[in-house]
């Protein structure tokens, strides 16, 4: 049976299409999964993420086990309600999950996770809790929603509504979180734009879903933010990294944190040992066609992948994440086998879009 | 489900109508252009190609995913839809109205045999 999310049957009466996603049967799209796009990058746009799993950790050792845990560092978070993103590693180096760490005291902090590698993150965690003998507590929130509201205007439409949150929440910079009322409000997202993701009690996800379409949020699937989150050049979990990829060869080096020599985070030691062969780009197709994972590259510096491809929406043409050797410039002609044939594509840095501008 | 009566299918999802000059022409399903989603891309094969029946012959790729089209019945390619090159968007629109090619049937009684709307509504229900 697929897990369903507080949101399920207000997706089904909205005549979503609905698939499996990680075990979960989420909409991905509503009607077209363009018009969603061009929602986020125009107006303003919801998602609903409450698949993906809220843990907190508090205790006396919670900074010093995180500082262990995660790739990045959560000493660079001081001021409460901060938010960093990091990669978890194995002890080869290798992307165990990517997530989003939330501090609000040296003591208490709020991690969020993906669907699909929720319980082995877990069962990671809680081994290395009892490998380190941190003093910490983990707990797992099941009880709980998640709502992306993405877009130019999607921060002014939350505030509609919901009375009372704009004097709370008006004042976040980007990465950062507030608590308002039962509502953790974060000024986050996976699409490029700006806007919140607000982590509520599963009983009143509902209603803030009625009352955010009542303000004139547009109901987005997994299809747009797919395209939405490859615009703006963020890597997926399981499709741009994974257990055996390096983050160093993932596009995700600014996510490692290795200024404190002392600090013997899990997967250092192999990080170190073997740097950066690989590096992440764009690619826009120069020819007629749509580019897709894993798609051949050839360059002058040798051979290299696509990891996700779509047609891009706001660029109105083929574009992709390449993982190539290091020698490749940006700006220099690749050719990708499609479906047998070789079209011409160029390099580019990523991302292609940011805040509805292209980038490219 | 729109499944005109008129048309021929085949278990993949294509439609097929008989012109009066003996040529047949192709297209994808109303249930197979919801199912892939805003489409942008259309490659479309040349006229004066020969296929064999169930040969891959086109590619329509939506925003999600790419889906090969197979030729109905044997027979050599005498057309395809350039207005539909151009506005891939069309099929969504009207699948039925905006074919992909024409092809002239090697042994027209080929036609006869694919699959006639209400057996083509089955299959369409159970996916």
């Known amino acids: 049976m697929a897990r369903i999310t507080p949101l399920h049957a207000v997706h089904v009466a909205a005549g979503a299409r609905m698939v499996d996603f990680a075990g979960w049967d989420m909409p991905v799209n509503y009607g077209s999964q363009i018009e969603e796009h061009h929602a986020v990058r125009s107006d303003a746009g919801m998602f609903d993420v409450s698949h993906m799993l809220a843990l907190d950790l508090t205790g ?8 262990t845990l995660l790739a990045n560092d959560v000493a660079k978070l001081t001021v409460p309600g901060k938010a960093l993103y990091s990669c978890m590693l194995n002890d080869e180096g290798g992307v165990i999950d990517d997530l989003i760490v939330y501090y609000f005291a040296a003591d208490t902090f709020r991690i969020v996770v993906n669907a699909g590698t929720a319980d082995k993150d877990v069962a990671w965690m809680r081994k290395q809790i009892a490998r380190t003998g941190a003093n910490v507590t983990l ?3 099941r009880d709980l929603a998640m709502i992306a509201v993405q877009g130019p205007n999607a921060r002014a439409k939350t505030w509609h509504a919901i009375p009372g949150s704009e004097s709370a929440s008006a004042g ?76 160093l060869n993932a596009g995700l080096s600014w996510t490692v ?48 992948e696509t990891t996700s491809g779509t047609f891009s929406p706001t660029l109105q043409q083929a574009i992709a994440f390449a993982r190539v050797p290091l020698g490749v410039a940006v700006g220099s002609t690749v050719e990708v086998d499609i479906r047998g044939k070789r079209l011409k594509a160029r390099t580019v840095k990523l991302p292609f879009v940011r805040n509805g501008q292209s980038l490219i | ?39 942008v891309f259309l490659d479309l094969p040349e006229a004066g190609r020969v296929v064999a029946a169930g040969e891959e012959c086109a590619v329509v790729e939506s925003v ?19 207005e539909a090159l151009d506005a891939p968007e069309s099929v969504n629109a009207d699948a039925y109205a905006n074919w992909l090619f024409k092809l002239k049937p090697a042994n027209a009684a080929d036609v006869d045999a694919l699959l006639d709307a209400a057996a083509y509504a089955d299959i369409a229900a159970d996916n």
Not at chain 1, 270 to 281: G, K, S
Request: with cysteine; proline share 4%; charged share 25%.
């Open chain 1, 60 to 67: 006396a050792d919670a900074t010093t086990f995180l500082r």
């Open chain 1, 139 to 141: 707990d797992a929130h």
């Open chain 1, 172 to 247: 976040l910079k980007p990465f950062f979180a507030a608590q308002v009322g039962d509502m953790l409000i974060a000024r986050t997202g996976y699409t490029g734009e700006d806007g919140f993701e607000i982590t509520l009690p599963a009983t009143q996800a509902a209603d803030l879903w009625q009352s955010l379409t009542a303000a004139g949020v547009a109901p987005c699937g997994l299809g747009a933010r797919d395209t939405l989150r490859l615009e703006a050049g963020m890597n997926l979990y399981g499709q741009d990294m994974d257990e055996a990829t390096s983050p």
């Open chain 1, 257 to 304: 944190d290795l200024k404190d020599a002392d600090r013997a985070f899990i997967g250092r030691a192999a990080l170190e040992a073997a740097p950066a062969t690989q590096q992440m780009l764009g690619l826009v197709l120069l020819e007629r066609g749509v580019l897709r994972a894993h798609q051949q590259v050839f360059t002058d510096a040798g051979e290299g």
């Open chain 2, 1 to 39: 489900m729109n499944i005109p009566a008129e048309l021929k299918y085949t278990k993949s999802h294509e439609w097929i109508r008989r012109e009066d000059d003996g040529t047949v022409t192709i297209g994808i399903t109303d249930h197979a252009q919801e199912a892939l989603g805003d489409i």
């Open chain 2, 64 to 82: 999600k995913a790419a889906s090969d089209i197979y030729a109905p019945v044997a027979g050599e390619i005498v057309a395809a839809n350039d």
